[in-house]
């Protein structure tokens, strides 16, 4: 398979990657995402436990960005399932306030 049709399966994947309704405690808001079973078999081989269970590690935000995931900030992913490696859940604190437009153009100046 090519370049071309390895990137169209993985965008039709994407597409299909299923979020949940968010649910809440005192602290955290949680949600769930459930990848497509054959996005998780593209996945890049070091985003899973070294011990060949098949289980994903816990991936920073720019891992699971850069599998197709997307949501809005401040979610992390905490915690896997084993059972359901194509599971992933996420928390987010829910005092979480998203930095504003002045304070990301703030430090977008900072870094120049």
Not at 18 to 28: A, Q, T
Not at 53 to 70: A, D, K
Not at 95 to 106: A, C, D, K, L, N
């Amino acid at each position: 398979m090519d370049q071309k049709a390895i990137n169209a399966k993985l965008e039709e994947y994407i597409e299909k990657i299923h979020y949940s309704e968010r649910y809440s405690d005192d602290e955290f808001e949680y949600r769930h995402v459930i990848l497509p079973k054959p996005l998780l078999k593209m996945i890049p081989k070091s985003f899973f436990c070294p011990d060949d269970s098949g289980v994903l590690r816990l991936l920073s935000e720019n891992e699971w960005r850069g599998i197709g995931i997307t949501q809005s900030l401040g979610w992390e992913h905490y915690e896997v399932h084993a059972p359901e490696p194509h599971v992933l859940l996420f928390r987010r604190s829910k005092t979480f306030v998203p930095p504003s437009q002045t304070q990301i153009r703030q430090k977008e100046t900072k870094r120049k």
